[in-house]
């Protein structure tokens, strides 16, 4: 189930990155789920990580990796997590980036490895270091469709994006993929996301890049509030566009690739809600009226994640209430509740922190049954705003999770 058709548009291949995609058995036999990027010589290469305390043994190693040399190569597993495995799973993260290096012929600390899946269990290593030959040497620059597919877990489809620009005189290409529909609340960028340019950028500057965009995109989502152990976002510039090298935000070029990548980042953080576990509808929290842009983030997490606003949504019933009682546990200081107005599709439920003298409970239906809704909050105390996106919350988002490991 997910909201909207969520057909792939044209992917542009992005020079000097290339992306093989196999099948390991991990955890079905035949599904794609194995994929290795290849990443030109020279190309800046920056990364954001999940601020969970319990963070998988291929993030500790990919921290550590792309701390300390120049990636030549990530190296990505679905079906297993490698996460809460202690000293053996990084053991086991190791080996297999020894391997894939040993068979592309470079340092084992070129290679950044990401896993995602179950949680807990060993990483099945041979089964990994056995499909890799077959991964490589399926290595081409098209390949971003299949990668999508091969990084889906619970996903119902996958979720990629591409987008074409010129830039000091040359056509630059932004191509990208993510996955997750699950334990969906970023703490820094998206569950797995794998973003390639060809622009030429420093890696300082990419690296302000990837936060920034990763702020406004993977860490404005939310499906139920869990911040994943594996989250990872990734950021390629390959430099192979002949521009001059944008190295700092100043440069005449950064903002226009800029607002690119971010839109890039956007798409692909809202496919990853409209393809939420048992998501029937897509709903944007749009705040705005705050004093500064944290409080507006605030309640619009606040309201997003109530399992009352988001079992009210799935159900189309306009309980506003839940909606204003959400807003107040927010944790906004000094907040005038009287201030408030609250819309859902246009509709004006909630004025000056009350109904509003003209609802009808009819209104507020047909307004809550489109499959993608916009609930309006307006805080009435400043000028700062922020957006965060969600799902409803349905049967089939408890049965998926309840039936997860079987």
Not at 329 to 352: F, H, P
């Amino acid at each position: 189930m997910a909201v909207g058709s969520g057909e792939l548009g044209e992917l542009f291949p992005v020079s000097g990155f290339r992306i093989g995609v196999g099948s390991a058995g991990i955890k079905r036999p035949g599904r794609l789920d194995l994929v290795v990027m290849e990443i030109a010589p020279g190309s800046s290469v920056a990364a954001v990580f999940t601020r969970n305390a319990f963070c998988a043994a291929p993030v500790q190693l990919a921290r550590q990796h792309l701390a300390g040399s120049e990636p030549r190569y990530l190296l990505i597993n679905t079906g297993n997590a490698n996460a809460g495995t202690g000293a053996p799973g990084l053991q086991n993260a190791v080996h297999c980036c020894e391997q894939l290096a040993a068979l592309a012929g470079v340092d084992a600390t070129q290679v950044l490895p990401f896993s995602t899946g179950v949680i807990g269990e060993p990483l099945p290593v041979d089964k990994i270091v056995n499909a890799l030959p077959e991964v490589l040497a399926d290595k081409r620059e098209d390949n971003w469709r299949r990668a999508a597919e091969g990084i889906m877990t619970t996903d119902t489809r996958p979720k990629a994006t591409s987008r074409r620009l010129e830039l000091g005189g040359t056509t630059v290409t932004i191509t990208g993929i993510s996955k997750g529909a699950g334990m969906i609340k970023p703490n820094m960028a998206t569950m797995l996301g794998y973003i390639a340019t060809d622009a030429a950028v420093t890696t300082e500057v990419l690296q302000q890049m990837v936060r920034r965009a990763a702020d406004c995109s993977f860490n404005r989502i939310t499906i139920d509030g869990d911040t994943s152990t594996n989250d990872a976002c990734v950021l390629v510039a390959t430099g192979h566009a002949p521009h001059d090298r944008i190295d700092s935000e100043r440069h005449p070029l950064y903002a226009p690739l800029y607002e690119a990548v971010e839109a890039v980042f956007i798409e692909l953080a809202q496919a990853i809600i409209r393809d939420g576990e048992g998501a029937t509808k897509f709903v944007s929290v749009a705040v705005t009226g705050g004093r500064e842009e944290r409080e507006c983030v605030q309640v619009g997490y606040a309201v997003a994640e109530s399992p009352l606003v988001k079992t009210a949504l799935f159900a189309s019933d306009p309980n506003w209430g839940r909606i204003l009682a959400a807003i107040g546990r927010a944790g906004v200081e000094s907040l005038d509740v009287n201030a408030v107005d609250v819309s859902i599709n246009g509709v004006l439920i909630a004025e000056r922190g009350g109904r509003s003298p003209g609802y009808t409970e009819e209104q507020g239906a047909a307004a809550m049954a489109p499959e993608e809704i916009t609930i309006a909050i307006d805080l009435g105390r400043g000028d700062a705003a922020a957006t965060i996106w969600t799902t409803d919350l349905s049967h089939d988002y408890v049965t998926i999770n309840a039936e997860y490991r079987t």
